[in-house]
């Protein structure tokens, strides 16, 4: 099953500045998630995007999704230093198995 | 309504040994996953049980191996654990056999150490 890739693997900004992490994949999906995990800790869903849709939004978190060029955005705007954490896309296939990437670390500064 | 909860939250083994880790899913909810996050590195899928039957398997060696019992819960066992098994063993869960539709739920992990 494949894997997908998010960059930056960091991102380090400033308290009120947008974050922008992408996720890119290879072969067709079913939906793509994106979560957020604290500290090594358990992770939190975000977002589900189905591979018909293109853009979702929930609150500051907008999701946006090409599939002729495979690959999704995750867009927090205005960040806050508790929006430090690392991000996950997970891709599900045929297997119905998400498969996660290895993340793109955020630090905001205060 | 309590979240998915892992115990325990610690274990330290050595190698050779064997660990049994434990998981209990959002009441109401049947399907329960586990996956391993070893540092820096994303998480592995390991196994999905759905009704209390083995629905599929990551790419992991049979001495990885697991349960559901009828309440949903779960268990996983690691035999002859090797210095490689260290990681955190993150637990989820989600209303159905379906991940495809539905988001999962994870738990707060179980960080394994082996010696």
């Known amino acids: 099953s494949q894997q997908g890739e998010e960059d930056p693997q960091a991102l380090s900004i400033q308290e009120g500045e947008n974050a922008t992490m992408n996720c890119s994949y290879k072969?067709?999906?079913?939906?793509l998630q994106w979560y957020r995990q604290n500290s090594g800790r358990g992770l939190v869903h975000l977002i589900l995007?189905?591979?018909?849709?293109r853009e979702k939004h929930s609150g500051r978190l907008r999701v946006t999704l090409d599939t002729s060029k495979k690959s999704s955005s995750l867009l927090i705007t205005a960040s806050r230093a508790a929006d430090t954490a690392s991000y996950f896309c997970?891709?599900?296939?045929?297997?119905?198995?998400?498969?996660f990437g290895r993340g793109t670390s955020l630090i905001v500064h205060p | 309504e309590a979240g998915v909860t892992q115990s325990p939250t610690h274990l330290i083994k050595t190698r050779g040994q064997q660990a049994t880790l434990r998981c209990s899913p959002i009441?109401?909810?049947?399907?329960v996953y586990w996956y391993q996050q070893a540092l820096g590195l994303g998480l592995q899928f390991l196994l999905w049980?759905?009704?209390?039957?083995?629905?599929n398997r990551g790419n992991f060696p049979p001495r990885f191996s697991g349960r559901q019992f009828p309440n949903y819960s779960s268990e996983l066992n690691v035999n002859a654990l090797e210095l490689e098994d260290s990681a955190l063993y993150l637990c989820?869960?989600?209303?159905?056999?379906?991940?495809?539709?539905?988001?999962?739920?994870f738990g707060p992990g179980t960080r394994l150490t082996v010696l």
């Open positions: 989820a869960s989600s209303s159905s056999g379906m991940p495809f539709y539905n988001e999962q739920f």
């Open positions: 072969t067709s999906i079913n939906n």
């Open positions: 995007i189905r591979s018909n849709e």
């Open positions: 997970a891709l599900t296939g045929g297997s119905y198995i998400p498969t």
């Open positions: 009441s109401g909810h049947t399907s």
């Open positions: 049980y759905d009704e209390g039957e083995e629905r």
